[in-house]
């Protein structure tokens, strides 16, 4: 997933697929210092992709021929890539030794990360003319990172490196239908996911206490898997599906 953010922060004694965001830091004129604890809001827009896959294994002498299976399994491979705003809140604290700053970040935004895929129908090898249609669709709702920052201050601009931890909750479904029994199997795959983040931005003062930055973050959750059994064919069809 890539996330742009851009933030406006306060600063003072009190901060995923660019992000904006505004934060309050000790001011020190003329605007360079960064160093502090910081709070802001944030807008922006996150765009991704969920990579899913749908393999399928038959119980020996079952209904589906190998070439069918091989059907079934070159259909399974799809991409969804949907897009969203994205909101929220961030916080942190920057030390600054002259031109160089090191610091610590959280933020949790609210987006709606959703989409969906199809492949079919497609036509069963061997199976009188009988069709097959593989559906998948994936979510997400929410995003967290904690990460380490570190840059470089030149004037009132800090030019910055950050990578961490990310957190969400991701929701898979998938659906099998063939009109060759016909049947129809489902199955989902829903739970907490970590992942990474890394990325960079630039943040500069708007006046005192008050900056403005601008962000870029890739997110990576990894997979998550499901399986399910068609019962409505003579032998049980396994597939495992991924997100």
Same mark, same amino acid.
């Given at each position: 997933m890539h996330r742009l953010l851009t933030t &406006? &922060? $306060?600063?003072?004694? &009190? &901060? #995923?697929?660019?992000?904006?965001s505004a934060s309050a830091a000790p001011f020190t004129s003329p605007y360079s210092n960064f160093g502090g604890?910081? /709070?802001g809001g944030l807008v922006g827009g996150a765009w991704g992709t969920f990579d899913t896959s749908t393999s399928t294994a038959e119980v020996p002498g079952g209904e589906f021929s190998p070439p069918a299976i091989a059907a079934f399994n070159s259909a399974? %491979?799809?991409? /969804?890539? %949907? $897009?969203?705003l994205i909101g929220g809140f961030d916080a942190g604290y920057n030390w600054q030794a002259?031109?160089?700053l090191a610091g610590v970040e959280g933020d949790i935004e609210w987006l709606h990360l959703s989409g969906s895929a199809s492949s079919g129908p497609v036509i069963i090898p061997g199976g009188a003319g009988n069709t097959f249609t593989i559906t998948s669709s994936a979510d997400i709702d929410w995003l $967290? #990172?904690?990460?380490g920052r570190l840059g470089f201050t030149s004037g009132n601009w800090l030019f910055y490196a950050t990578g961490g931890a990310s957190f969400t909750t991701l929701h898979g479904n998938f659906q099998f239908s063939e009109t060759f029994s016909p049947s129809t199997e489902a199955a989902s795959a829903s739970g907490a996911k970590t992942g990474? $983040?890394?990325?960079g931005g630039v943040e500069t003062y708007l006046w005192q206490h008050w900056s403005v930055k601008a962000e870029y973050l890739f997110v990576d959750f990894g997979s998550a898997s499901a399986?399910?059994?068609d019962t409505g064919v003579p032998l049980p069809l396994t597939r495992s599906r991924t997100a």
């Open positions: &406006l &922060l $306060a600063a003072g004694s &009190l &901060l #995923t697929g660019f992000a904006a604890f910081y /709070i399974g %491979p799809q991409s /969804i890539k %949907p $897009a969203s002259g031109s160089y $967290a #990172t904690l990460r990474y $983040a890394v990325g399986f399910g059994v």
